[in-house]
């Protein structure tokens, strides 16, 4: 969820509306949404019991990046003017 929310309140309207014009595969051809490592089954469950974790986070770190980019709360307000507000 705040994945998406940082998808959303990072772009501006215009952007938005281009990015969901393509229904749900031109979002996903758009966006870096493949956060886990693309392996098997059986080697996941290796680096689970190997590592400690399931996901690489420098590899959720640089999809971030690329998905919303690297800006604070302010910048993105300041860009886009939106306010998400979940009560």
Same mark, same amino acid.
């Given at each position: ?14 952007? &938005?509306?281009?990015? !969901? ?8 051809? @758009? /966006?870096?949404?493949?956060?886990? +490592? ?10 689970? &019991?190997?590592?400690? !974790? ?8 640089? @999809? /971030?990046?690329?998905?919303?980019? +690297? ?17």
């Amino acid at each position: 969820g705040s994945i998406v929310a940082a998808v959303v309140c990072t772009r501006t309207a215009d952007e &938005l509306e281009a990015l !969901y014009a393509g229904g749900a595969e031109g979002v996903c051809g @758009a /966006l870096d949404l493949c956060f886990f +490592d693309q392996a098997s089954p059986l080697r996941k469950a290796w680096q689970l &019991l190997s590592t400690g !974790y399931l996901m690489d986070c420098n590899q959720l770190r640089q @999809a /971030l990046v690329r998905d919303v980019g +690297d800006v604070t709360f302010h910048e993105a307000y300041r860009r886009t003017g939106g306010i998400l507000n979940i009560p």
